[in-house]
Antibody, heavy 122, light 110 residues
Framework: EVQLAQSGAEVKKAGESLKISCKGS????????IGWVRQRPGEGLEWMGI????????RYSPSFQGQVTLSADKSISTAYLQWSSLKASDTAMYYC???????????????WGQGTLVTVSS | QSVLTQPPSVSAATGQKVTISCSGS????????VAWYQQLPGIAPKLLIY???KRPSGIPDRFSGSKSGTSATLGITGLQTGDEADYYC???????????FGGGTKLTVL
């Protein structure tokens, strides 16, 4: 069974750094893209980016390029989302997601993590 | 502001049918497959439709998807109160090289 287990909720202050994690199990972690989706309170879903663990090929959404860093450690089947300096506007639920992404034009997410709530106070 | 446009809300009575539209462009829906997700309050989204019109195992055939040109549509028949949720379309944008979602549609079952 495919599972994505995310790290727990975080409460931080503006300006602090943060790294949250997502551990994949039940499949070949290195062989599937994995990404992050932001959902601010009361708002919709936003793709932040995806990474291919086998070679760390990363595709950032233009809105998030330079704002966050995606990484993955295939040796422990874990993906990370990192901020160097948080803002209050980063307060959101963050979902890790394993998209099925192929050159044929297929792109969908059948497997989601449970979400990590990040709260940033100013 | 989402690149994929959905109506903010739709409503219909129990047992009736509803459709939710998703409008995009030639670089996203026009070129790639569309998926649809259901999100109940406080939990992760759930995949309802992938590759425009395919249902994952366990999704009832009350849910259907279609695509034409740069638009896609989710249909739900035999509405139940449990269908009240937010619905999102999603696809890949080949120009931006990123995944994207529509703004979401809140379904109310009267």
């Amino acid at each position: 069974e495919v599972q994505l287990a995310q790290s727990g909720a975080e409460v931080k202050k503006a300006g602090e750094s943060l790294k949250i994690s997502c551990k994949g199990s039940g499949y070949s972690f290195r062989s599937y893209w994995i990404g992050w989706v932001r959902q601010r309170p009361g708002e919709g879903l936003e793709w932040m980016g995806i990474i291919y663990p086998a070679d760390s090929d990363t595709r950032y959404s233009p809105s998030f390029q330079g704002q966050v860093t995606l990484s993955a450690d295939k040796s422990i089947s874990t993906a990370y989302l990192q901020w160097s300096s948080l803002k209050a506007s980063d307060t959101a639920m963050y979902y890790c997601a394993r998209p099925d992404y192929y050159d044929s034009g297929t792109f969908y997410v059948a497997y989601w993590g449970q979400g990590t709530l990040v709260t940033v106070s100013s | 502001q989402s690149v994929l446009t959905q109506p903010p809300s739709v409503s219909a009575a129990t047992g009736q049918k509803v459709t939710i539209s998703c409008s995009g462009s030639s670089s996203n829906i026009g070129k790639n497959y569309v998926a649809w997700y259901q999100q109940l309050p406080g939990i992760a989204p759930k995949l309802l439709i992938y590759d425009n019109d395919k249902r994952p195992s366990g999704i009832p055939d009350r849910f259907s998807g279609s695509k034409s040109g740069t638009s896609a549509t989710l249909g739900i028949t035999g509405l139940q109160t449990g269908d009240e949720a937010d619905y999102y379309c999603g696809t890949w944008d080949s120009s931006l090289s990123t995944g994207m979602f529509g703004g979401g549609t809140k379904l109310t079952v009267l």
